[in-house]
C-alpha cells in the first residue's frame, strides 16, 4: 500500500510539473527565413541603449534611428568605411545592408 501510495504521488508530482511549464522563448526565424534578420519582441531598447550596442559593434556616425514600434530599429551609419542600413531588434542582434 505504501508503495501504491508512494507511486500515485510522484505521477502527481511529475505530471503537475509539465502543466505548469510555459514557453516563455523568444520567437526565431523560420528554416526559409534571414536567421539573421532582427525579430520583432518585447522588451525593446531604447534609441540611446540601441546606439550605444551598435557603436560598441563599431558602427560610426549613427543617425536617422528609428523605432518601427515592434521593437526594431533601423538607421544609418558607417561601417569598415562604408555608409549601411543597419537594424537592431530588442534582443541586441544588429544586420546591416548596403
Not at 541603449?49 to 544609418?76: F, I, N
Request: charged share 20%.
Amino acid at each position: 500500500m505504501k508503495t501504491l501510495c508512494l507511486a500515485l504521488f510522484c505521477s502527481a508530482m511529475i505530471a503537475g510539473g509539465a502543466v505548469a511549464q510555459s514557453s516563455t522563448a523568444t520567437p526565431r526565424p523560420g528554416p526559409d527565413s534571414d536567421q539573421n534578420a532582427p525579430l520583432p519582441g518585447v522588451g525593446t531598447l531604447t534609441e540611446g541603449e540601441a546606439r550605444t550596442r551598435l557603436q560598441a559593434d563599431g558602427y560610426t556616425s549613427v543617425d536617422e534611428l528609428k523605432d518601427d514600434g515592434k521593437g526594431v530599429w533601423t538607421g544609418k551609419a558607417m561601417h569598415h568605411g562604408q555608409r549601411v542600413t543597419v537594424s537592431i531588434d530588442h534582443a541586441g542582434t544588429i544586420s546591416r545592408s548596403q
